[in-house]
């Protein structure tokens, strides 16, 4: 089983574009990157917490175990 980011999912949604939350969440849109391809170790809760806030999600909506 992995961990898979469908945060981009997400974003088309929500008609949201990476830049725009990645200025809204504070971070550059490489760090925003690399979350979204799943090449980061790990994220904080407050940022998973953030993004949900911003996009008006659960964190499932965002990381599916497959």
């Known amino acids: 089983m992995t961990i898979v980011i469908k945060l981009d999912v997400m974003l088309a949604e929500k008609k949201m574009k990476s830049k725009d939350l990645a200025a ?3 971070v550059t849109e490489a760090n925003l990157s690399k979350l979204k391809s799943g090449r980061v170790k790990g994220v904080k809760f407050e940022t998973l917490d953030r ?3 911003i996009l008006d999600c659960e964190p499932g ?3 599916a175990r497959k």
């Open 51 to 53: 993004i949900c806030e």
């Open 24 to 26: 809204q969440l504070g």
């Open 61 to 63: 909506d965002i990381i």
